[in-house]
């Protein structure tokens, strides 16, 4: 046996444990959904991808023990195991889908490798205990910020789109104190309040100079 099949399990409530053999090399979709008298799962190091809703809805599952050689988690492979608590992923994963472990409500602790290149929408949505994430200092993509994966490409232009917003205030504010008439000081006037999205018509010269001397 090479591979589990989609929907092999699917449904079997009488399932309480899991070994998978070390022949296999791939978990087909759903293939154990909704057993929920399963309580731990082991993956051996030959499987290198679980597919998508593998492992839904297995609401007392409680531990999976993760192969070295385990490289794609796809969508919802792990979405509405109530009563995981821990995810250790192998140092070769590359992929998690998305929405992966969503709503895992009782997973905790969550380590990401420096292998990990891509993260799905959600896939770690509504884990309502999920308080300490770590991401691996040498991972190229991802950061953790006070508990918060980011991705560090996303982090990048957003650094920049705001050095280059204070770049366009720092102007409008020079360009104000330098005005050398109403007319001018009232047209920078409607810029920076453009900029700053507020209301801007009905602004006398003088408390206009008032606003850029306080700013």
Do not use: M
């Not at 309480?16 to 082991?42: E, H, R």
């Not at 023990?65 to 794609?72: C, I, K, S, V």
């Not at 994966?149 to 280059?164: A, G, H, S």
Request: charge should be negative; hydrophobic fraction near 35%; charged fraction near 20%.
């Amino acid at each position: 046996v090479t591979s589990i099949g989609n929907w092999v399990f699917s449904g079997c409530t009488g399932l309480t444990s899991i070994t998978i053999p070390d022949s296999v090399t791939s978990i087909g979709s759903d293939a154990f959904s909704g057993c929920t008298g399963l309580t731990s799962v082991t993956i051996p190091d030959s499987v290198t991808s679980i597919g998508s809703s593998a492992f839904s809805d297995c609401v007392n599952l409680q531990q999976i023990n993760l192969g070295h050689g385990l490289e794609t988690i796809n969508e919802q492979s792990f979405v509405r195991c109530l009563s995981l608590r821990e995810v250790v992923l192998p140092a070769r994963v590359k992929t998690i889908g998305e929405g992966a472990f969503e709503a895992c409500k009782k997973l905790t602790n969550l380590t990401i490798p420096k292998s990990i290149a891509s993260i799905g929408e959600g896939a770690f949505a509504a884990c309502e205990k999920l308080v300490t994430i770590t991401v691996d200092s040498n991972n190229p993509n991802y950061v953790s910020v006070d508990d918060v994966i980011f991705n560090k490409d996303k982090i990048q232009t957003l650094t920049e789109d705001i050095k280059e917003l204070e770049k366009t205030y720092e102007d409008l504010i020079a360009r104000a104190k330098a005005a050398k008439s109403g007319e001018e000081l009232f047209a920078v006037h409607q810029e920076y309040y453009k900029f700053t999205g507020e209301a801007n018509s009905n602004y006398t010269i003088d408390s206009i100079r008032h606003d850029i001397d306080t700013t």
